[in-house]
């Protein structure tokens, strides 16, 4: 029995696609074992090369464990390596939508009673969050336009903040996604270099990253904010109940 798509995203097209990469994040519903609906995430990651070369894919659902998602995920790869060099995500979710029963049933999967659904885990631990520290941005526009569009497709919330020359990048979400966040920033070309040519962002850099505490504000939203002072962004740290990594990790920014 297969489900259809319930949504589908893709983030660039024309020839942004073919020189950035896109992530397409599927919302579709498959078989279980016991023959219930089971619902299902999926994101692929197309990199500049593809379908010459394989995607990235993540897995996830309210309804699998972390062993299940990832043996699903492995599956998937599999198969797409059968696809190459032709476009497979519709072949790819087709495929998952009429063998997911007999994938979770195989030994090794994750199968089992006593196991904990991903989301409830992930609710119990927090969200996880990063700091991130954005050397320049030369085609801001297109750099903030594209940063909202990674952020949305992975569901990750958090602040873009501007202060004169400094520029950080706060992720707030599920680790596996922001994991997946990483990757693309070190792999797209998002930026321009200094005679206009896209070019990848080689310099972002991570200071800080750790499980949101009590203490720790949980966003809503992703939101870019420009800052005039250092004072503003001190408060917007204050605010977030991450006073403390403002002299650790902001302070030696500022020059």
Known sequence: MSWGVRAFWPLYSGGVRRTQGAVCRVLTKA?????????????????AGYP?????????????????????????????????????????????????RHLLAAPGSGAGPGTCPVASA???????????????MR???RYVRTVRQWA????????????????????QGHRDRVKE?????????????????????????????AR????????????????SSLDELRKEFETAGLEALFPECVLGLVK
């Not at 792999?187 to 040519?197: A, E, I, L, N």
């Open 181 to 209: 966040y990483l990757v693309l920033q070190k792999t797209s070309k998002v930026d321009v270099d200094s005679s206009g040519k896209k070019c990848r962002e080689r310099m972002a850099s991570v200071l800080w990253e």
């Open 52 to 100: 010459a070369c394989l995607p990235g894919v993540s897995v996830g659902s309210e309804r699998l464990t972390r062993a299940q998602c990832a043996a699903v995920r492995d599956k998937l790869l599999e198969q797409a390596q059968g696809f190459l060099p032709e476009p497979m995500v519709h072949q790819l979710v087709v495929w998952v939508q009429q063998n997911l």
């Open 212 to 227: 949101a505490q009590p203490g720790h504000a949980r966003f809503l939203a992703f939101e870019v904010k420009e800052f």
């Open 122 to 136: 992930t609710e119990a631990e927090g969200p996880w969050m990063t700091l991130l520290h954005l050397d320049h």
């Open 152 to 171: 949305s497709a992975l569901g990750l919330t958090g602040r873009l903040m501007f202060m004169g020359r400094v520029i950080l990048l706060l992720l």
């Open 31 to 47: 078989e279980g074992p016991s023959g219930a609906d089971t619902p299902l995430e999926l994101v692929f990651h197309l990199p």
């Open 139 to 141: 085609a801001k526009t």
